[in-house]
């Protein structure tokens, strides 16, 4: 199954609706291109729905640090949303559940921004 991301405005907050698997390849890719060409774009706010994403493996993870990390170095801040209890545990075991800013609903997300 391919990845997907589609990305939406909601008071300022850029929401990437991403779908499908995270691992090595064009997953990944997927999410580097999507979060880079928004960034680039000058958006400081970025939240990754990572609600309908079935599967992630270690270089996903490492592509959501490094997003996580590229949109930080250019003075923006970067959240996840709705994780799935996989997703959740591998952020836990790889103790990365503490780095990402993790919110339940899309509107306290968005309410996280403005703090």
Aim: proline share 0%; glycine share 10%; aromatic share 4%.
């Amino acid at each position: 199954m391919t990845m997907k991301a589609s990305s939406r405005k909601v008071d300022g907050v850029v929401i990437v609706d991403l779908s499908g698997r995270i691992t090595l390849g064009e997953g990944a890719v997927v999410l580097r291109d999507t979060v880079k060409e928004i960034s680039g774009r000058g958006e400081k706010k970025i939240l990754l729905n990572l609600g309908d994403v079935t599967y992630i493996d270690s270089s996903g993870i490492g592509e959501l640090v490094s997003a996580f990390t590229s949109v930080r170095n250019a003075g923006g801040d970067l959240k996840l949303l709705n994780l799935t209890k996989k997703v959740h545990d591998l952020l836990q075991i790889t103790k990365l559940y503490t780095v990402f800013d993790v919110q339940d609903s899309e509107a306290s997300a968005i309410a996280a921004f403005s703090r």
